[in-house]
């Protein structure tokens, strides 16, 4: 009998100190609420912790519904100075995680903020002032992909010979409808007066009038440099290096991306 009891009085001790131990544990879990904080999703007050986020500050959850936020979060302004470098950056052949390394801002704000300039970079060519001499362009497309290799998206240049500027571009397939995209691009001068040379695909031949147009082999030298200009930008622009991680994602920031980098382009040959 005696041992019976002392058997049920030690199970008694554990019983408890395991409750204990577990309410210690809740009461060390449930977050401090700031005042009047009610989860936007559900309207719930009960909080728990939720570790933390990469800088240790701790992370909050409404059990109800799953919904977290970060305790006493500050944000920091990124200076002016350092939104130019990172507009500079862009143009080099850089990741946009590897910018985000190197500038010491987030990676969420950084895509935020490039995904607002590509979509704000316009979608043509201005050229200034009457170009002097003969109009001679060089055309040809590059192959790309957005997503997944099977998506592919062409991009169409036009390149004016004497000057080196980039003076037409579209993104789209590789059928007759694209290389019309691009003659429309290009500047009702270049439109007008220009003349073309191009390999020998067939849908130059609908697009470009006869009479100012010309298809040639590599042999002849006279698209060299339209080929150089696809070396350049494979150089340039991380988004068309073959085999690499930094593929576009979106269709809208692969377009936004190519033409960033030809405004950029034309602006470094002004400076020359």
Known sequence: MTTILAFLLYSSV???????????????????????QVCPTCGSEHLIKNGSVHNGKPKC???????????????TTVLQ?????????????????????????????????????????PRQVKVSGK???????????LWSFVSCKKNEVYIWL????????????YIGDRTRKSARKLWATLPEIYQQSAFAYTDFWQAYKTVIPPEHHRAVGKETGLTNHIKRLNNTFRQRVSRLVRESL?????????????????????????RI
Do not use: M
């Open 131 to 141: 170009p002097l001499g003969k109009l001679v362009i060089e055309c040809d497309e």
């Open 81 to 121: 100075e350092k939104r130019q470098l990172i507009a500079r950056l862009l143009l080099e052949r850089i990741s946009l995680r590897g910018i985000a390394r190197v500038t010491q801002v987030s990676w969420s704000w950084l895509q935020d903020y490039v995904n607002q300039k590509l979509a704000q970079t």
């Open 246 to 270: 930094s593929f576009s994602k979106k269709l809208n920031n692969h377009i936004g991306a190519i033409w960033y980098f030809i405004h950029g382009y034309n602006a470094e040959l002004d």
């Open 158 to 169: 036009a390149v004016d010979r004497n000057s080196r500027k980039i003076v037409g571009c």
């Open 14 to 36: 554990l019983l408890l100190a395991e409750l204990t131990r577990e309410s210690i544990e809740l009461s060390q879990r449930v977050c401090e609420k700031p005042s009047e």
């Open 61 to 75: 959850q409404y059990k109800s519904c799953g919904h977290q936020f970060v305790v006493n979060l500050t944000k």
